[in-house]
């Protein structure tokens, strides 16, 4: 009986790094400027093209990139921001940080997104702005919100860390919002180790968000330094370091080119779950709406346990055991304590939220998995969910 001890352990999220990577990153440590510099610059140019965005700053994370889109969006104490409860704290704690009010709406069941119905219901006289995320790589219904935000006079910030391939309707993410950010973290879609992009419509608001993210300084450090004379600064602003280096932009740079490629094997990854897990009791990722095009970020089957005879957790155990990363996105942010005691959420208020977030455990989906891999994966999640001896999870187990 094989029950994959002799095998690695499937990192979850696993990047995958080329040779130009490699390349560029040595290139850039040769070139004496590590720094905010002529990569940075050679990066944004190509992102903006390629994700056919007019205005972009390349900033150290997708956080940093909502923390100053929310500044940016000019908020004020005591103004509510409406989001969703599915997705990571960096999303809401952005918000906090920007001094304003997060306000959850509860998302759509089969969708996972937004739902505009919940979020008209949660506009008050106070609301500035409403942050999507497209999760798990799956579009927002952004016509409803776009059309919310346009009555009630909103600003809207979209969280693309999920959705840098995704479309809908022949529009790209991050073409919607006033701001958009995503996010170059490891496990992301596209990597530079850390990092993240912040979008935006208007060209005065990147102006901003680019002071915010350099001290609020006038002049960017590359621009000081260059060959063309030294030039004085001066603070303009209270502003914070969220600068890029063309360091993580060498990394960027080739990410990019690859988008295509490793899409189109997480397309296949993704199919193949779908036809492998067909008979199996789990709550499978809804079909892809026509006209769109989701980014395959994230695989979440939904694990009932009545239906499945095991819990999530015992799943996610069982998986582990089995030398395969998973992961869970999200529990829903109303479970979390701090959130608890700062606002008095409740996970039961936002209902759909909660039951996603107790049954969701996220299989590999990198693009760097092995056909050998993937058929691993799939021979688990079926021995496991047939609850075969070897892959029961031990018994009371955490
Ligand atoms: C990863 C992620 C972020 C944060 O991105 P970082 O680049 O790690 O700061 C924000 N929102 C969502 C939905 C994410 O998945």
Redesign the pocket.
């Known amino acids: 009986m094989s029950n994959s001890s002799d095998q690695e352990f499937l990192v979850f999220g696993a990047p995958v790094i080329g040779e130009e990577e490699i390349a560029e990153v040595v290139a850039c440590l040769r070139s004496g400027w590590i720094g905010t510099g002529p990569r940075v610059a050679q990066f944004e140019r190509d992102f903006a093209v390629d994700k056919k965005l007019p205005h972009v700053a390349a900033v150290n994370?997708?956080?940093?990139a909502?923390h100053l889109s929310l500044l940016a969006a000019g908020l004020e104490p005591g103004d509510e921001v409406i989001t969703t409860p599915l997705?990571?704290c960096?999303?809401v704690n952005a918000i906090i940080h920007a001094g304003a009010t997060p306000v959850l709406a509860d998302v759509n069941p089969v969708t996972m997104n937004l739902d505009p119905a919940r979020v008209a219901e949660q506009i008050t006289p106070r609301t500035r702005a409403i942050v999507p995320?497209h999760f798990a790589g799956r579009a927002c219904d952004m016509e409803a919100l776009m059309a919310l935000a346009a009555k009630h006079g909103l600003k809207v910030i979209e969280?693309c860390?999920?959705a840098i391939e995704t479309e809908r309707h022949g529009v790209g993410a991050g073409q919607w919002g006033d701001f958009s950010c995503f996010?170059?973290?490891a496990t992301?879609n596209m990597t530079t180790g850390?990092?993240?992009m912040v979008a935006a419509k208007r060209e005065e608001d990147i102006a901003k968000v680019k002071r915010l993210a350099l001290h609020g300084m006038s002049k960017d450090a590359w621009k000081r330094f260059g060959d063309d004379g030294y030039k004085h600064y001066s603070v303009v602003e209270t502003g914070f370091k969220y600068n890029m280096m063309d360091l993580q932009a060498a990394l960027g740079i080739h990410q990019l080119r690859s988008l295509p490629r490793n899409w189109e094997r997480r397309a296949r990854i993704w199919a193949r779950y779908l036809e492998a897990f067909a008979d199996l009791p789990l709550t499978l990722p809804a079909p892809v709406e026509p006209s769109t095009r989701h980014a395959f970020h994230l695989f979440t089957p939904l694990i009932d346990a009545a239906r499945c005879g095991l819990s999530r957790d015992q799943f996610l155990e069982a998986m582990t055991h089995a030398k395969l990363g998973v992961g869970v996105h999200y529990l829903s942010l109303p479970e979390h304590p701090v959130y608890q005691t700062r606002f008095g959420w409740r996970p039961e208020d936002y209902p759909h939220a909660m039951r996603i977030g107790r049954q969701t455990a996220s299989l590999p989906l990198s693009a760097k998995l092995t056909e050998e891999n993937v058929e691993r994966v799939v021979r688990t999640v079926r021995q496991i969910l047939h609850r075969l001896p070897g892959f029961l999870p031990r018994r009371g187990g955490a």
Not at 61 to 64: D, G
Request: overall charge negative; glycine content about 10%; some cysteine.
């Open positions: 994370s997708c956080t940093a909502l997705t990571f960096a999303t995320v969280d860390a999920h996010s170059f973290y992301k850390e990092g993240g």
